[in-house]
């Protein structure tokens, strides 16, 4: 079986990963270099106890997700011998203000009420636990299970692991159309032709801009988002260290790397695709950032990235195949959960592709839902 | 004349350039390569009646230096044929509220008892000058005279001017000492050893660390500085343009290009050698951008960058030789006005070292002011 992947950020690196390690000829095509759309700008957090909310398809599947990733980054670590920046320290969400402690509380009574573990904590046990953070912060919630992963150092896993298994990855590409047969689907770069068994879709915020001929365009926005990339002030004497766990504040989270690395995230910016990193975009970091862990405005200031995150209009994943063209399977609408969502996308995409085994949380994230691609809707306007 | 110049900053590049093409042999020495210290984070802006106050050594130094400009360029230019970008589009210094207007009104007055022009504009006028300004600017003082240079494009066209008349640049150095004799002066790095008829010590803020044998070390303290290098956004349609000119408020100053970039400076800070770019150091700088010219919150951001300016106790440059050291000559202690004085300065160098020719304002800016160099001191102390 022969499967052309469109997209080599970190869905669409997993997709082939999983397709070729599992026996399929896999081409990825990218229109850059793997990993440079939303995933570039990702500070690899993987909390859906944070992200999501209770009862919702989104918490679901992000709790599978989350489920797979010890094994999934050692499967990756074991076949490329790569080192995976990963780990499962837990979030400490906090509550800058009496509003935020409130909201904190209903976080923590549902999270009970399910059975996660989260603990609430406050005062001295808060300030011995986390030292780092500001003295101002009212409440936090400590979700131990959560975790963080090094997006750049999983994609390059990702990518060797799948051409390990012979797949192979083609980029830049320009320009790719789709065009669905019955029994196969062609793919069309400009001066390329490829002839596959399954096209998936993976192409994040550039997904509603493949073509597919006779389908209409997936309704995927992109969705700004910055960070920054900073280092911890180094701190002779007893001074205030690096804080040991993610720390997830109203308005920036911080990502703290054992190297003393720092990723605050991120802006969520309706800019189109204007991949800019601005002047506020960084002022409002730095502020918020500041704010939650105060020693931080003294941190070197590295770099600023920026991505754009693939946002379907209700929020939630799009992953399936057309009912009108089931050789082409998207995998898109990750918005701001791309990373954590990654491996329980490559095996929904992949038992369906190569197994025929339809996972039922497809019923939920499946393209059709928008009433495209069931017929053929014919948009040439006056121009 | 053999003359060795420690340091290739803009005050080094412009004091070798001017002995060279005087004709002197000149040996420059850097412990880095030319350009990197505090002109590294300069943005270049030429404004002695901004940065100096009335009656001051300070102001006269920096109108005499702004009257060679023109020609300085000019000369560099044509020598080099290098593009220099300058401009003498002048400086709008903007009050953001009434105690800043009553100060601004103090300088307007000043400034016409000493018959410099400057223009006091408020409301309506000032809106159509520069309509990229805030709306609740309440004055502005307009200095057409003023004017900014492109400090890495002048820099690069000293060290090729100064090639072209044989002088030649060493670097990395390291550990340089200065050892002074009556009739020349050594220079020691640590593989190497010069012999010159004068050493210019021109070593920015690591000036006091150039161990001059004998002496002791110019009282020089590094001032940190981070600037930001913006490009201002895109606008299309009849949105708010570029700035015409260099725009100066009281938390920072905003140097447009032709070409789009924009320079935003620049923190002063009393960091010792910390050369970092911090979060807050941006953070202040993108938060008083966006009050000056609030189009800039939407500028991409493209890079923060940090120099050291070399600050005396006075505040004023220390040029000229030692009492004790006649050979031994220092040209650094320019602190904020680094680029704007660099023209008298290597004029005052090059009288004095080539012509014998002493400058009345050596008197001011001699470093026997300190009480240093006139005698030997033992600073041996306990470890």
Redesign the interface.
Known sequence: MHVVVVGAGIVGAAVAEELARRGATVTVLDMRSPGRGASHASAGILAPHTEAHEGTPLLDLGTRSLALYDSFVARLGERTRRAIDYARSGTLEVALDAAGASALGASRAWLAAIGVPAEWMTGADLRSFEPALAPDVEAALFKPHHGWVGVQSLIAALTESARLAGATFESPIAAVEVVPHTTHADVRAVDRRYTADTVVVAAGSWSGQIRIAGIDPVPIRPVRGQL?H?EW?ATPGAAIGLPSRVVWGADCYVVPWPDGSVLVGATVEEAGFDE????????TL??A??RLLPR??????LA?RVGLRPAAPDGLPVIGPFGEAPRVVVATGHYRNGVLLAPVTAVMVADLVLDGRRDPALDVTTPDRFGVGSTRKNREEPS
Chains 1, 2 share one sequence.
């Open positions: 920054l900073l002030p800019r990193v601005t002047l506020d975009g960084v002022r730095a502020d950032a500041g931080l405005r003294d941190a070197t200031f600023a």
